[in-house]
């Protein structure tokens, strides 16, 4: 399901072609291909740590992303609203992200979503909980994941 | 942590039968008691009975490992996690081995890994706790190790991994992780002061297959070495409430 890709140069690792979904829509729709612009390492030689670690923060993420409250029923209707419009959501995003020591979520950067709001209320979603484990301390990061956007009216 | 262990062991002590026979142990001579299971026992039946245990993913899917004992004759079965409540179902009850097979719409946490190879000797460290009392580990730091692998002699069974632990009610389902880890076990039941007896890997993973799961199997560290496996533990694991009308 995940392909995790990074590279040791610019010491990123990269989760692509793994998807998000919303909850409780619940189809995951697969972004196909991996992060552009990137070096990365052969998913094969990535440390199984790492990738368990990236499985769970992808879960949190999705988790959060479903969660029934405020600002996540927000960007999920700003998501229907816009997904497929002239000027909306990509279909996908690569999200970076900075684990801390403790499991928070130091940061997360992403492309720009064209709205403000939108996008104010996406890196609260994903800084706003614990992943529930400490990365591993080897692990390179930034960690990146894609995500698909692709919410179900 | 120790203050914790100490705590877990006096609730232990208490839990237990009288002594029926004696046993082989390293310390102090031990005393047999009926196999004792490691569900929560069911409440008065005034309003409604009910059991709890632990399980844990087993893939993607929803699909959930825990013990026969905590999922059968069961009206509903609710899987409790980080405030979320889900239904589920069973899929399959080994006739054999205290294993049961449930499921749930979705899944709710990360999923285990098994050993391709089982190498799990005794007096190796191992992590197995109920559900429940992973957030206060965590809380306190995180654990790594909490029971070892006993000898086989005196209290074990074919299939099953003899543990010297300090578990208690509402252990029954949860994986015993290894210092990678990895599941070399489900927790099954007490069958003295300090042994408990777990399903080992082999006969899971055969019953996981049996019953066309699709789980994954490594021999490489799963988690960074020294990191707590009572985090580990709580990623994978879920409360699972048996409900008996």
């Given amino acids: ?153 | 942590m120790l203050r914790f262990l100490i705590l877990l062991g006096a609730a232990a002590l208490a839990s237990v039968e009288p002594a029926t026979a004696q046993l082989w142990m390293p310390v102090r001579a031990p005393e047999r008691t009926a196999p004792q299971s490691l569900a929560r026992p069911p409440e008065p039946a005034a309003i409604r009975r009910e059991k709890s245990g632990t399980a844990f993913f087993v893939d993607d899917s929803g699909h959930m490992l825990t013990a026969r004992h905590a999922a059968d004759d069961c009206a509903r079965i609710i899987v409790a996690k980080e405030g979320r409540f889900v239904p589920a179902r069973v899929v399959a009850l080994s006739p054999n081995f205290d294993l049961a097979l449930i499921k749930v719409p979705k899944t709710l946490g990360l999923a285990a890994v098994f050993p391709r190879n089982t190498t799990a000797t005794v007096n190796d460290m191992m992590f197995a706790a109920a559900y429940d009392t992973l957030p206060g580990m965590m809380t306190r730091g995180g654990v790594v190790a909490n029971a070892t692998v006993a000898s086989g002699r005196g209290g074990s069974e074919a299939g099953y991994l003899a543990l010297d632990s300090t578990v208690t009610f509402g252990a029954s389902g949860s994986p015993v992780l290894n210092s990678r880890g990895l599941v070399e076990g489900v927790i099954s039941r007490r069958t003295t002061i300090s042994r408990v007896l777990a399903v080992g890997a082999g006969e899971t993973k055969a019953f996981l297959s049996g019953n066309g799961i699709r789980f994954e199997e490594d021999d490489r560290p799963q988690m960074a070495g020294g990191g707590s496996r009572a985090n580990r533990a709580a990623s994978i694991s879920a409360r699972v409430t048996c409900l008996q009308s």
């Fill in chain 1, 1 to 153: 399901m995940i392909v995790a890709k990074s590279v040791t140069r610019i010491r990123s690792f990269v989760i692509a072609a793994c998807a998000l979904a919303f909850c409780p829509w619940g189809a995951v729709a697969t972004a196909p291909g991996a992060a552009q612009g990137l070096d990365y390492r052969d998913p094969s030689k990535a440390p199984p740590s790492w990738g368990q670690f990236a499985k769970l923060v992808q879960y949190r993420f999705e988790t959060w992303m479903g969660a029934e409250e405020e600002v996540a029923n927000r960007f999920r209707s700003y998501m229907i609203e816009h997904a497929g419009k002239e000027g909306g959501p990509p279909p996908s995003l690569v999200v970076r992200a900075w684990l801390n020591p403790d499991g928070t979520v130091e940061r997360v950067s992403f492309g720009a979503l064209k709205d403000a709001k939108a996008e104010a209320d996406l890196r609260t979603i994903l800084t706003r909980g614990n992943i529930g484990e400490a990365p591993p301390p080897e692990m390179l990061q930034p960690l990146n994941l894609r995500l698909s956007l692709n919410p179900k009216k």
